[in-house]
């Protein structure tokens, strides 16, 4: 049973950043792809980055495509994701997830999620 748990979230002014993590117990991440999602209210949960098993392949919404920097550490069973530059827009609850092996941008597509860490941005 894999599970993960993210944290890093907390509230920050427009133009500043936050690196959030998840972590994971249960099962090495060696063998999954984990992807970033949000979910702001009365909106859709929406994709913002995954990164495959090994690191090789990443992907990111055109929305934060330039200002957010998904990594991996297999060996802390960790995944990053860097956000700078943050908008107002960026608010939501940010949640990993994990997939076998590749990414997905649907989130049907992802078995295993954590609780979400929140993030606001805000003057």
């Known amino acids: 049973q894999l599970q993960l748990v993210e944290s890093g979230g907390g509230l920050v002014q427009p133009g500043g950043f936050l690196r959030l993590s998840c972590a994971a117990s249960?099962?090495?991440?060696?063998?999954?792809?984990i992807g970033w999602f949000r979910q702001a209210p009365g909106k859709e949960r929406e994709g913002v980055s995954c990164?495959?098993?090994?690191?090789?392949?990443?992907t990111y919404a055109d929305s934060v495509k330039g200002r957010f920097i998904i990594s991996r550490e297999n060996a802390k069973n960790t995944v990053h994701l860097q956000m700078n530059s943050l908008k107002p827009e960026d608010t939501a609850v940010y949640y990993c997830?994990?997939?076998?092996?590749?990414?997905?941008?649907?989130?049907?597509?992802?078995?295993?999620w954590g609780q979400g860490t929140q993030v606001t941005v805000s003057s």
């Open positions: 997830a994990a997939r076998p092996y590749f990414c997905s941008t649907t989130s049907p597509d992802f078995g295993s």
């Open positions: 249960g099962f090495p991440l060696d063998y999954y792809a």
């Open positions: 990164i495959s098993f090994t690191g090789g392949t990443t």
